[in-house]
């Protein structure tokens, strides 16, 4: 087979309200990749009771889609998952296979690629075709981009997080195929879920937020992280962080935001305390305005903003709170 012929995947993960956000805007990438290579775009998504799911996804941008409807995969899996979508795509040989950067697309991602012994790239924040047709998957490294290529092994895949790329804008119209996928009546799960606890989750999601407050290591102690999240409330904002601030245990790790966290596009960023490590930065998409709060009038986070404040913010936040609560109550 050509190596550069076959289909370009992606791997929906369903939630409670249906496909989520990240495999929708996998879906649209998809399909414009597909269009460039002139080949289809196919879906497979493993679930329970969604009826309504294939529809959704071919509205999306999907040509085909598989779906497994069962029980026994209503709730992920690894290694059945990993059974059965390995199956799938040995048989239809598939050209680049794209999932999300979920809990369960990082562990899921790595099981197949080294199933079907070929390459994977994880947290890409852009993906695009070289003159041969080839996926040039993008990561931020070393201070700037570095772009990964599988030349040989197939299917290439690569991981993205939400709000890497746009939603689609659904066409009810487009018409695919559905197909429904055997489920292997001789596996025997080596782990059953006896209990789903769900997280609490903070009130303001960073993935939708409008305005987001990220603090760092310039914190310095609790006492600075506690102003930070005050400020957060004040705007009405999504509390964010950066490595350190996570280490230091004054916020929990689904806060961080960039390579390894969350890819976000508020319309106003502030980052206190952050020295701007393209590590965190590459994770803020179209921001409108960002402004950054740092003592350190060399720190490289300065030339990444629209506005900077150079003052430790432990002197100059108190006074920012100040002024902003005396605002609210006129």
Same mark, same amino acid.
């Given at each position: 087979m050509d190596n550069n012929k076959g289909s370009v995947w992606v791997i929906a993960e369903q939630g409670k309200l249906g496909i989520l956000d990240v495999s929708l805007q996998l879906i649209d990438k998809a399909r414009q990749l597909a269009d460039t290579l002139g080949s289809p775009v196919e879906v497979v998504s493993l679930g329970y009771q969604c009826e309504l799911i294939g529809t959704q996804l071919i509205a999306a941008g999907a040509d085909k889609v598989y779906i497994a409807d069962d029980p026994a995969t209503?709730?992920?899996?690894?290694?059945? &998952?990993?059974?059965?979508?390995? +199956?799938l795509f040995k048989q239809q040989q598939p050209n680049i296979v794209l999932v999300g950067s979920t809990f369960m697309g990082r562990e899921l991602a790595p099981i197949l690629a080294a199933t079907l012994k070929t390459?994977?790239?994880a947290h890409c924040t852009d993906l695009c075709l070289?003159?041969? $047709? /080839?996926?040039?998957?993008? /990561?931020?490294?070393? $201070? *700037?981009?570095?772009?990964?290529?599988?030349?040989?092994?197939?299917? +290439?895949?690569?991981?993205?997080?939400?709000?890497v790329f746009g939603l689609p804008?659904?066409?009810?119209?487009?018409?695919g195929e559905i197909l429904t996928l055997e489920i292997p009546n001789d596996f025997k799960a080596r782990i059953r879920t006896i209990e789903i606890v769900k997280e609490e989750v903070p009130s303001i999601s960073l993935e939708s937020a409008d305005k987001i407050v990220a603090g760092g290591a310039g914190a310095q102690n609790i006492k600075g992280w506690n102003m930070i999240k005050e400020l957060a409330n004040l705007l009405g904002a999504g509390l964010g962080s950066t490595r350190p601030a996570v280490d230091e245990a004054w916020i929990k790790i689904d806060s961080m935001i960039g390579q390894s966290g969350k890819m976000v596009?508020?319309?106003? &960023?502030? $980052?206190i305390g952050l020295s701007g490590e393209q590590q965190?930065?590459? *994770?803020?998409?179209?921001?409108? /305005?960002m402004i950054a709060?740092?003592?350190?009038? +060399?720190?490289?986070?300065?030339?990444?903003?629209? &506005?900077? /404040?150079?003052?430790?913010?432990q002197l100059f936040l108190p006074e920012l709170i100040k002024k902003l609560k005396a605002h609210q109550e006129q």
């Open positions: 209503a709730v992920y899996q690894a290694e059945l &998952y990993t059974k059965i979508i390995s +199956q390459g994977l790239t070289d003159e041969k $047709g /080839i996926l040039e998957q993008k /990561i931020p490294a070393y $201070g *700037g981009m570095m772009t990964i290529v599988c030349p040989e092994k197939r299917p +290439q895949m690569a991981t993205v997080a939400k709000g804008n659904p066409d009810n119209e487009r018409t596009n508020p319309k106003l &960023y502030i $980052g965190h930065m590459v *994770g803020i998409v179209d921001s409108e /305005i709060i740092n003592n350190d009038e +060399q720190s490289p986070v300065f030339s990444q903003v629209d &506005y900077g /404040i150079v003052d430790d913010c």
